[in-house]
C-alpha cells in the first residue's frame, strides 16, 4: 500500500461523463445521442458514424459529488478543487480542467471538458484527481478516481473492450518485415492502436483449417488448440509490450498506462498476484523488471505464462482437446 506524507480522503470518489456534444467547423454544437454515452461502460463513442457529422470538436459534461469530509471547514483539507484530465498516449496530448461547484455546500462539481479530434487518436482517457491544501501545502492530491472514462474516436459503439485485429497475410510474398518469420505459422503485432496477430496462409494448411467453420471432429478439435495457444502466445506479448514504457510518478511508483496496454495490465496481474491490488502487482513487476527487486525479470516468466494461457483458456482447451481424442480413438477401435 503507498503511504502518503499528509491526510488523504478514504473511499472512492463518484464521478461520470453526463453528456457529450459535437461541433463542426463553423457550425453550432450538437448533442450525441445517449446510445453513444455508456455510463456501465464509462466510453463515450465518437468514431465514424453515418449519423454523425465530421466532427471538429468535442464537449464533455462531467459530473462529480464529494463526500461531506471534503469540504468540511473543520476538516484537514482547504481550497479543495477537483480536476479532470484527458489523456492521449498515442499523441502525447495532455489537458485538465477544474469542475466549479454547484451547490450550497460545495459537495457538487461539474464541468466541460473539450476535446479537439486533431489531438486524439485512437482512444483517450480522462481521470478524476480532488486537490487541495494541507497543513499549509497546496496543490497536495487527496483523492484519485478508481475508474476512468474513455472517449473512442475510432469506435462507433460505445465497449471497453477492444478487439484483437487478425489479419491472414501471406508471409513468403508479403510485407518484408513478415518475409523473415516465412516458417512461422503466426506473429504478434503490438505496435499499432490494438495488439494485431498476423496468420500465415503460406503455412501449409494453416489458412484452410482456420477458414474452416465445421469440419471434422479431428479438425475442429486442432483447430481451438491452435487458437487457444495463438491467444496465449498473444496475451505474453501485449504483457510484456505493456509494461515496457511505463509512466512513473514522482517518487517512482509505475503508472498503469492508457488504452489497450493499461486493460491487459488489469486483466492478468489478478492472475499473477491474486495476493495483491493490481497497484501492487504493477510494483512487484516493474521492480522485476528493472533489477531492483530480489526476483528477478527471469523468475516472473512462469507468472505471466500462467496469466496468459488462463486469460487463453488454454487448461480448458485442453483438457477438452484430450477427451475428444479420447472419444475419437474409442470410435476408430470399435
Not at 469540504?71 to 482547504?78: F, H
Not at 512487484?284 to 528477478?296: E, F, M
Given at each position: ?261 493499461g486493460e491487459v495490465l488489469r486483466e492478468m496481474l489478478p492472475d499473477m498476484y491474486p495476493e495483491l491490488t493490481p ?56
Open positions: 500500500m503507498k503511504v502518503y506524507p499528509y491526510r488523504r480522503l478514504s473511499g472512492n470518489v463518484p464521478w461520470r461523463v453526463e453528456s457529450a456534444q459535437l461541433k463542426v467547423e463553423g457550425a453550432s454544437w450538437e448533442d450525441v445521442e445517449s446510445k453513444y454515452v455508456s455510463t456501465v461502460e464509462r466510453v463515450v463513442a465518437l468514431g465514424p458514424d453515418e449519423d454523425r457529422p465530421d466532427w471538429a470538436e468535442a464537449r464533455l459534461r462531467l459530473a462529480a459529488d464529494l463526500p461531506a469530509k471534503a469540504v468540511d471547514p473543520e476538516g484537514p483539507w482547504q481550497d479543495v478543487t477537483v480536476v479532470a484530465v484527458l489523456t492521449e498516449r498515442a499523441t502525447n496530448m495532455r489537458t485538465a480542467v477544474e469542475l466549479s461547484p454547484i451547490s450550497a455546500d460545495g459537495r457538487k462539481r461539474t464541468g466541460e471538458l473539450h476535446v479537439h479530434r486533431c489531438d486524439v487518436l485512437d482512444r483517450a482517457s480522462v481521470t478524476m484527481s480532488v486537490v487541495a491544501t494541507v497543513e499549509g501545502v497546496p496543490g497536495r492530491v487527496i483523492a484519485t478516481s478508481d475508474t476512468d472514462w474513455f472517449v473512442d474516436v475510432v469506435a462507433d459503439a460505445p465497449s471497453l473492450a477492444r478487439e484483437l485485429e487478425v489479419k491472414m497475410v501471406r508471409f513468403a510474398s508479403g510485407p518484408s518485415r513478415l518475409r523473415r518469420f516465412a516458417d512461422s505459422p503466426w506473429t504478434v503485432d503490438t505496435t499499432g492502436r490494438i495488439p494485431a496477430v498476423n496468420v500465415n496462409i503460406d503455412f501449409e494448411g494453416l489458412g484452410e483449417l482456420f477458414d474452416v467453420d465445421g469440419g471434422s471432429g479431428t479438425e475442429k478439435t486442432v483447430r481451438e488448440l491452435l487458437l487457444a495457444q495463438m491467444c496465449c502466445e498473444v496475451w505474453t506479448a501485449v504483457f510484456h509490450s505493456a509494461v515496457g514504457d511505463l509512466e512513473m510518478e514522482e517518487d517512482g511508483s509505475p503508472l498503469f498506462p492508457h488504452g489497450w496496454q497497484e501492487e502487482a504493477l510494483r512487484v513487476v516493474h521492480a522485476a523488471r528493472t533489477g531492483t527487486a530480489a526476483a528477478g525479470w527471469a523468475e516472473l516468466q512462469p507468472r505471466v505464462h500462467f496469466a496468459g494461457s488462463r486469460r487463453a483458456g488454454v487448461p480448458r482447451t485442453l483438457s477438452t482437446t484430450i477427451r475428444d481424442l479420447e472419444r475419437l480413438t474409442r470410435g476408430d477401435e470399435a
